[in-house]
Nanobody, 131 residues
Framework: QLQLVESGGGLVQPGRSLRLSCVVSGFTGFTLGAYAIGWFRQAPGKEREGVAYMSSNSGHTSYPDSVKGRFAISRDNAKSTVYLDMNNLSPDDTGTYYC?????????????????????WGQGTQVTVSS
């Protein structure tokens, strides 16, 4: 079992940046790097969509075209925290942002892009981009 808690959301003007954090906790001795992690967002009336993915173990990152070059996922294993850095935000980026995890995977590198593939979810943090 993992517990994920997001923070860092808020109201931001178009063109500005924001960093989201996701603190991950689990059973004693768990290794964050053994899990595949994803950031997803959901706007009212829309389906949940992925915005950043990090592979288990290798830490390989990938992004959909809608955010590529603007968003970056990273992790600090010592702090058991995953980050989402968002730059040049636009109103289209407005939504509730969730981090999610699946695993653990023993040494293998997996990337998951569908929310249905994730087992653990945080409660979400709201991001509103507006002038």
């Amino acid at each position: 079992q993992l517990q994920l808690v997001e923070s860092g959301g808020g109201l931001v003007q178009p063109g500005r940046s924001l960093r989201l954090s996701c603190v991950v906790s689990g059973f004693t001795g768990f290794t964050l790097g053994a899990y595949a992690i994803g950031w997803f967002r959901q706007a009212p009336g829309k389906e949940r969509e992925g915005v950043a993915y990090m592979s288990s173990n290798s830490g390989h990152t990938s992004y959909p075209d809608s955010v590529k070059g603007r968003f970056a996922i990273s992790r600090d294993n010592a702090k058991s925290t995953v980050y989402l850095d968002m730059n040049n935000l636009s109103p289209d980026d407005t939504g509730t942002y969730y981090c999610a995890g699946v695993g653990p995977f023993d040494g293998r590198s997996f990337t998951y892009t569908s929310p249905r593939q994730y087992d653990y979810w945080g409660q979400g943090t709201q991001v509103t981009v507006s002038s």
